[in-house]
């Protein structure tokens, strides 16, 4: 093996070397769990869960909030005659608008869960003119379903995404950084870690958790320059020493 020095990094190669690293960092942020396997989505039957019918301008779940376990809250739910019952649920569909984060309906295409994410019997339904009564339990019975997928969903995104949030949150720390952009990170993990934890069956909470931590991350790691950037978050993938790059803890 040489043992010559390796030669040092030109200006511009320092500088595309940092645009990777932000690039990867926010990548995987915004794409969790493309690549990883998926998870059974069997849920608790009777465990309560609150999820809102809408989401607000900023993206973030409304705070209407429906209580008791899924079936409960479908109870009380899709009243309306078959075209308002599709615009609810085209509605929690869509929701959260304008975000940092997967809707439900790209959440559950991405784990796997095509019809759920097409609601195809309730619409098939609404297609054939078939009373208003069947529209409205196709409705009740797709909800629940739904929104388990959509926890679980939202759990096994954040479990992946907690490793190298807690690893980046822990540098920091150790760096004493200073940076207005990175202090949220730690909170934003923190949260995220605690509802992992407790399998949270709360849909909302653990959608806004990912929306945070998704912007505590990308923000942090776009506002640091150079070998903070690399010591924070490691080497993007492709470096060439083949190490993460980081303080290597």
Known sequence: MSGSKRPAST??????ARVWIIIAVIGVMLMVLAFNPWRSTGGTATGSA???????????PSKKVRNGTLEQQAATMFTGDAESIAD???ELLNAPEDSNVDTLSNLLYRHDHQDLAEASDLYDAIGSERPVERVRALARQWYPQAMR???D??????????????????????LGSADASCKSLRGAYETAKSLVNGKSQDYDALTKAQ??????????AASLEGDQLTKVF???QGSTDGTDGGDGR
């Open 149 to 151: 997928a959509a926890i």
């Open 153 to 174: 969903a939202r759990l096994d995104d954040l479990e992946s995404a907690l490793s190298g949030a807690g690893r980046a949150a822990d540098r920091l720390d150790r």
């Open 50 to 60: 609150s999820a809102s019918s809408s989401a607000t301008s900023s993206g973030h």
């Open 211 to 220: 929306q945070d931590l998704t912007s505590a991350t990308s923000g942090c």
């Open 11 to 16: 200006p511009s190669q320092v500088r595309q």
């Open 88 to 90: 609810e649920v085209r």
């Open 234 to 236: 490691g080497q993007a």
